[in-house]
């Protein structure tokens, strides 16, 4: 039978300021208590201790500073919005993990600390040492932040550092319920006691932490690896770049870079003048000495008369049926002609193919 899983919220904590000793602050409440215990510990009152805020002010220039590589980008609301990697510890987040709530009453934004695996190893090792217990003991400690997830609403915490647990347990190879062999079931109980824990900490109730335990004995290891590990890095980063930002990066406009923000960033409402930037988007396209464009604008469509040598028209082509799908727009090939629609005019746009004296291959594109 399985033990009952208890996750207990640490109350009464104070508000904690930089140098504060966390360690100190967690012992008393695990003496005495057998073990297996896992801590969670929000990032926050680590980024606390270790003094690492900056005036609110300055948020854009310091999400800059703590971002390793953009993602995707939206606008929204009057500013730009990035999903990118942080700095601190690889994670892929809004605004690299930057945060202005819960930060004590101050105008200020908290950075995410570096190295989480190492400073929840140096708090585990701490604690252990006021409660007089070997290194060894079946303790864990689990720093945890919170974020969104690809193809899911909402925000839910997960582990950005942690030491003294197993962060992946491998189950391939074993048996299922039915007897079947499991293939590919990795587990994370890392982020499943993050997420956990916060059920019972909540995002405005200045509790900070939780004590979770009837937990396996086997997933308490003193050597293990940190959570550092489970972020997906290089080859087996399989979405390095959202689908909109891979398809402009190819067009040479990178997310993140001042060419995106000349050239504008796409909301993530409606279509929002989807002409202006779409010409400077494929602009990048159209740029070939070898072939003369004529540009017609008429009403909600774009016309371009393309003339020149067959390879370098087809060239041109190629990247502007690429560059319409980016910017959400329908592309319609006539014999010298390229039509080019927001997605809400392409039937009237294939009605007028139709009805031309010279019939047009439409290939219009589907919106991304």
Do not use: Y
């Amino acid at each position: 039978m399985t033990a009952p899983l208890v996750v207990t919220p640490l109350l009464g904590w104070p508000e904690v300021t930089e140098g504060a000793d966390l360690a100190a602050l967690l012992a008393p409440t695990l003496a005495g208590m057998p073990t297996p215990i896992a801590i969670v510990l929000s990032s926050k009152v680590l980024s606390k201790s270790l003094g690492l805020r900056a005036p609110a002010a300055d948020k854009d220039a310091v999400i800059a500073a703590e971002t390793t590589r953009v993602v995707a980008e939206r606008a929204t609301g009057g500013r730009v919005t990035r999903i990118v990697a942080a700095a601190a510890a690889g994670p892929v987040m809004a605004a690299a993990g930057v945060d202005a709530s819960n930060v004590g009453g101050e105008d200020v934004v908290l950075v995410l600390p570096r190295d989480a695996d190492a400073l929840a190893a140096q708090i585990r090792q701490d604690v252990l040492g006021l409660l007089a217990r070997p290194v060894t003991d079946a303790l864990a400690v689990v720093v945890s932040d919170t974020a969104g997830r690809p193809w899911r609403g909402g925000v839910t915490d997960f582990a950005l550092g942690s030491a003294g647990i197993r962060p992946l347990i491998d189950h391939r190879g074993e048996l299922d319920a039915d007897g079947r062999q499991l293939s590919v079931t990795v587990r994370c109980p890392v982020d499943e006691l993050a997420a956990a824990a916060d059920l019972v900490k909540g995002k405005a109730s200045g509790i900070p932490a939780a004590l979770v335990t009837g937990l396996p004995a086997s997933w308490f290891d003193a050597d293990a690896a940190g959570a550092g590990t489970v972020v997906r890095t290089g080859p087996g980063d399989w979405f390095a770049l959202g689908h909109v930002e891979a398809v402009r990066a190819a067009l040479g406009v990178p997310p993140g870079t001042e060419r995106s923000s000349t050239i504008g960033i796409p909301s993530v409402g409606a279509l929002d003048h989807w002409s202006a930037r779409a010409h400077r988007v494929l602009g990048l396209a159209l740029d070939d000495p070898e072939v003369a464009i004529d540009v017609e604008h008429r009403d909600a469509c774009v016309d371009l008369a393309l003339s020149g040598p067959d390879r370098a028209v087809g060239r041109i082509l190629g990247r502007l049926e690429v560059a319409a799908w980016a910017e959400s727009l329908a592309i319609s090939l006539a014999p010298a002609t390229v039509r080019l629609s927001d997605a809400g005019a392409a039937d009237s746009a294939r009605g007028s193919a139709a009805s031309s004296a010279d019939p047009v291959a439409d290939a219009s594109l589907p919106r991304p």
